[in-house]
T-cell receptor, first 114, second 112 residues
Framework: GAGVSQTPSNKVTEKGKYVELRCDPI?????LYWYRQSLGQGPEFLIY????????DSGLPNDRFFAVRPEGSVSTLKIQRTERGDSAVYLC????????????FGPGTRLTVT | AQKVTQAQTEISVVEKEDVTLDCVYE???????LFWYKQPPSGELVFLIR??????QNEISGRYSWNFQKSTSSFNFTITASQVVDSAVYFC?????????FGTGTRLKVLA
């Protein structure tokens, strides 16, 4: 079946611009997660959705970052006033429900801020 | 606080050699879950295994095996008879709820 998809695969933007990254989870998965992976590091948790609501956004680095999942399926990660330090691969994952369920990851969006 | 340590940054082996990737974790939770993921050059994380804290049985899946020891807080991963296609970055992860804590990964290079 179809896995987690993310668009775009690559995004280059100028410092100060606004970007949106999209995640389409596996059909039927109620839990959705965003992670950020910097070069040479493991993924770091950003936010977790259960259904339409953000159950935990404690990993978002600051208020320039925001994510939504209005219909409980597709999610969009939004970054305002991008900075060079935001450059990373942004990974989305989904799981059947939550907790110990294994998370299935998308291919990621590589964001480069110039 | 939870923490995962993968002390081996990079390992190179020759094809057909066995290789073990180490993972040491820290947690105060009594119930937790451990995972291994593979990240090939394409970048997508591929789920390999999940183990809960109450199940210390070792597991074997083909050429892969996992050794979970609570006494040493370790969850090591062994690849037997390695192949070039095993070349990737391997991540160990820990969760008590839903927030995965990843290690920094071990890059495995299998040389033909």
């Amino acid at each position: 079946g179809a896995g987690v998809s993310q668009t775009p695969s690559n995004k280059v933007t100028e410092k100060g611009k606004y970007v949106e990254l999209r995640c389409d989870p596996i059909s039927g998965h109620t839990a959705l997660y965003w992670y950020r992976q910097s070069l040479g590091q493991g993924p770091e948790f950003l936010i977790y959705f259960q259904g339409t609501g953000a159950a935990d956004d404690s990993g978002l680095p600051n208020d320039r970052f925001f994510a939504v999942r209005p219909e409980g399926s597709v999610s969009t990660l939004k970054i305002q006033r991008t900075e060079r330090g935001d450059s990373a691969v942004y990974l989305c994952a989904s799981s059947l429900s939550q907790g110990d369920d294994e998370q299935y990851f998308g291919p990621g969006t590589r964001l480069t801020v110039t | 606080a939870q923490k995962v340590t993968q002390a081996q940054t990079e390992i190179s082996v020759v094809e057909k050699e066995d290789v073990t990737l180490d993972c040491v974790y820290e947690t105060r939770d009594t119930t937790y879950y451990l995972f291994w993921y593979k990240q090939p050059p394409s970048g997508e994380l591929v789920f390999l295994i999940r183990r809960n804290s109450f199940d210390e049985q070792n597991e074997i899946s083909g050429r892969y095996s996992w050794n979970f020891q609570k006494s040493t807080s370790s969850f090591n991963f062994t690849i037997t008879a390695s192949q070039v296609v095993d070349s990737a970055v391997y991540f160990c992860a820990l969760t008590g709820t839903y927030k995965y804590i990843f290690g920094t990964g071990t890059r495995l290079k299998v040389l033909a």
